[in-house]
């Protein structure tokens, strides 16, 4: 049987796919779940700890493999140049987030941001991947090809083949690809191929833009910390000097960004606005309003252009830009697109994904991918050896409820509790669907304060998540559009805002995770029970971890942000766990 191994090996966010004999994606993970590291900077997705573990359990028939990369073959060739322009463009554009310690980081700071992560850094994954456990150290040694694909076209088949459109327009955005920063695509019963639009080779990029919104605001991109952007924007108003600067700043013409001659001036006015140490961040809330904004319309020009150039009724998007679930609330609204998809892992990690499937289709090229999404709960399982050991040695209370562990778990939530919830296979991607979470009631006001200072340990101005039973959408949300990865935030109902003030935000929104009984059937009947106790078909759903930590990968993790956080009560399958 031929297996098909997807790598992320970009310097960031690695992470592994395995696609089977028949197409279907059989695992799919980030690496920094195995190795609790944020991001896994500059860690191999192929963890040579981890793989034969991964290879066992989903490859065990295996006897020829295929590994695909995400990057061409030719890119560490032109890494040099990469490296140069990477390097004058951080020189640019970076700003002193901290200056007490900024002596200390300087180096570490620009070696990861520049030469090493755009240049050594990813001629080091290529290589090492090739000498890897799976090629030298595979209990069978399987016959073995390693396959090359360009960047944007790994996105692209993340995208549109896990799509539920069997025809589409495609929109790439992030921070860098091998040419340009952004690429536009057509979809056709299982073919993707480059739109109408000739894509300029250049850095601009809408993903460094937000990395100055980012870093202006004292945050730090590289640790994930767009999030608190998007978090702090509601709270603020157009602030009409930022937003000029910015407009002005990054422009779409033809399909491509344009830059101003007076750049370099318009970036140090910029930031001449930069948070000083110290100072409170809600003094920065316009700022971090405008720079949302500003994001939004670029955006919405790239969509403009793609529908321009290849109409479709449907869009699929991908690229980091796309975590931007704020915009993508907005988008289809604002756009002449019917549909807008956006996978589970638009970003770097999701490409693991997109490289196996597109070496699956080099062998099998009559191939068409089925036209319902992926499934995101493709990743580790719960293992049982570690809840033996839990039962034995924790000196918790433990108590198997078996199928009435959603009605038990659904009471405890109605009573104020917060839960620490673990089913079945872990999400791929950034977000707890459900499977990896922790849960709370979202009717009681204060919760989301609770929340943040005793289990998050984050800032007040954070957000908290609605997941909603699918069929009670439109009762609960203006122009509900179903958001089965929590990819989009879309403005509650007034009439509904009361009833679930822990997950509305500021500005009345709702990063919402749509659930259907046929994707998740535990976390929908748990969803269920709390609705018939509460009349409430909305849970408050946020990521099973502390903030600077993933999302927990192992029982071991799960006890301890249990043990060590405000959470009340540890449900593990049908079993229940309380302090």
């Given at each position: ?10 310097f ?6 395995i ?21 896994g900077l ?13 290879l ?6 295996c006897?020829?493999?295929v590994?695909?990369k ?11 140049i ?6 004058s ?9 901290d ?9 570490f700071?620009?070696a ?24 030298g150290?595979?209990r ?8 090359y694909?360009?960047?944007h ?19 790439i ?5 091998e ?13 993707i ?7 300029k080779?250049?850095f ?11 870093e202006?605001?004292g ?13 702090l ?45 110290g ?24 969509i403009?252009a ?8 449907n ?18 609204g ?16 999701g ?46 209370k ?30 791929f991607?950034?977000r707890?669907l459900?499977?990896?979470?922790i849960?709370a ?6 919760m ?41 935030t ?7 805002r009361s ?31 709390f ?9 408050l ?8 930590k993933?999302?927990?990968?192992s029982?071991e ?5 249990f043990?060590?956080?405000?959470i ?10 309380e302090?």
């Open positions: 049987m031929k297996y098909y191994i997807g790598l992320a090996t970009s960031h966010d690695p992470a592994l796919a696609v089977d004999a028949h197409g279907n994606v059989v695992f799919a993970e980030d690496a920094e779940r195995f190795l609790q590291y944020k991001r500059y860690c191999l997705p192929d963890n040579p700890y981890y793989i034969e573990e991964i066992k359990q989903y490859c065990a028939d006897t020829e493999l590994i695909a995400t990057w061409s073959k030719g890119r560490a060739k032109s890494t040099n990469l490296e140069n322009i990477l390097l463009v951080l020189e640019t554009f970076s700003f002193n987030i200056v007490n310690t900024r002596d200390i980081k300087d180096q700071y620009f990861r941001a520049s030469h090493a992560a755009a240049g050594r850094t990813l001629s080091r994954f290529f290589e090492a991947s090739c000498r890897n456990f799976i090629v150290n595979y069978k040694k399987p016959a073995t090809d390693i396959r694909f360009d960047h076209l790994t996105h692209a088949a993340n995208a549109c083949f896990n799509s539920p459109f069997s025809e589409a327009s495609c929109l955005v992030d921070g860098m690809g040419k340009s920063s952004i690429d536009y695509f057509t979809y056709k019963n299982g073919v191929t480059p739109a109408p639009i000739k894509v080779r250049s601009k990029s809408l993903g460094l833009f937000y990395t100055i919104i980012c202006n605001l945050f730090d991109p590289l640790k994930g910390e767009e999030w608190k952007v998007m978090g924007a509601p709270y603020g108003k157009k602030d009409d000097t930022v937003y000029n600067l910015l407009r002005s700043s990054l422009q779409v013409k033809n399909g491509n960004f344009a830059v101003p001659k007076n750049l370099n001036a318009i970036m140090q006015e910029i930031k001449s606005m930069a948070r000083a140490p100072e409170s961040v809600e003094q920065y809330k316009d700022f971090a309003y405008t720079g949302q904004l500003v994001f939004s319309e670029i955006f919405m020009d790239l403009n793609i529908y321009e150039h290849a109409p479709s009724k869009l699929t998007i991908a690229g980091g830009c796309a975590l931007n679930s704020s915009f993508m609330g907005t988008a289809l604002q756009s002449k697109f019917d549909n807008i998809y956006v996978p589970s892992a638009p970003a770097d990690n490409n693991a994904i997109g490289a196996a499937l597109l070496s699956y289709q080099q062998d099998h090229p009559q191939w068409q991918p089925e036209t319902t999404i992926q499934s995101p709960y493709t990743g580790c399982v719960i293992k049982q050896k570690s809840l033996d050991k839990l039962a034995q040695y924790s000196h918790l433990v108590t198997d409820h078996g199928d009435d562990v959603y009605r038990k778990t659904a009471e405890f939530l109605a009573e104020g509790k917060i839960i620490g919830w673990a089913q079945g296979r872990a999400e991607g950034p707890s459900g499977n990896r979470s849960l009631n979202p009717c009681l006001t204060d989301k304060d609770i929340i943040n200072a005793r289990v998050k340990f984050r800032e007040e101005f954070r957000p908290f998540a609605p997941s909603i039973l699918h069929e009670y959408g439109e009762e609960y949300f203006e122009n509900y559009q179903e958001s089965p990865y929590m990819e989009r879309l403005v509650f109902k007034e009439a509904v009833k679930v003030p822990a997950v509305v935000h500021v500005d009345n929104t709702g990063r919402l995770q749509s659930v259907k009984k046929q994707w998740n059937e535990p976390y929908y009947t748990l969803i269920e029970n609705r018939q106790i509460t009349g409430v078909p909305v849970v759903n946020t990521s099973f971890n502390i903030m600077g993933p999302i927990v990968h029982v993790d799960m006890l301890a942000v043990l060590m956080s405000g009340d009560i540890l449900v593990i399958n049908n079993t229940i766990y302090k």
